[in-house]
């Protein structure tokens, strides 16, 4: 008989940077347009938290880590960060406002059917080709459940009965 499973939340990530100098401009503003603070920096790693998650970006003494950029063939990029937010409308704000800051992305925000239907998203690469995606989904529509007939007791009648 398996063991029991116990429910667990995924509390913190941590990816390899080549320079956290390189990654702090892009991070900050990328991360900080999604909730997230940087709470701690050293000359080896940055630590951005929204509360329950932390990212921690850290350059190891020798590199493990060789990524590619993006080519735009993949179906579904492997090894990314993905935030939900709560509308298409919000993706697309966010696209808009790192444009601003000269951020742009590598894929515009787009409806992705193909995902789910609604599925809504914008990717940026940040220095060291880590992809961080954007995205929504519409809330999934609730079934109605369909009212059960109920039997109403027949009215009293106001007659009187002949015994």
């Not at 940055?46 to 850290?58: F, H, M």
């Not at 990524?67 to 063939?73: L, N, S, V």
């Not at 179906?75 to 939900?84: G, N, Q, R, T, Y």
């Not at 409308?89 to 406002?97: F, G, I, N």
Request: charged content about 30%; glycine content about 4%.
């Amino acid at each position: 008989m398996p063991p029991a499973s116990v429910r667990a939340e995924l509390r913190h990530v941590v990816l390899e940077i080549s320079d956290p100098r390189h990654s702090k401009w892009f991070h900050d503003r990328v991360l900080g347009r999604l909730g997230f603070r940087r709470f701690v920096e050293d000359p080896g790693y940055l630590g951005y938290t929204n509360g329950p998650t932390t990212l921690w970006l850290i350059r190891p003494s020798s590199s493990r880590v060789h990524r590619k950029p993006p080519t735009g063939d993949e179906e579904v990029i492997s090894d990314h960060l993905a935030f939900e937010v709560p509308s298409a409308e919000e993706v697309q704000r966010v696209q808009d406002d790192l444009a601003k800051q000269e951020i742009y992305p590598i894929f515009r925000a787009a409806e992705h059917p193909e995902f789910r239907p609604g599925y809504v998203s914008a990717t940026w690469v940040d220095p060291d080709q880590i992809v961080l995606e954007v995205y929504s989904v519409p809330p999934a529509r609730k079934k109605r459940a369909k009212p059960k007939s109920v039997r109403r007791p027949a009215a009293k009648s106001t007659r009187r009965r002949r015994p």
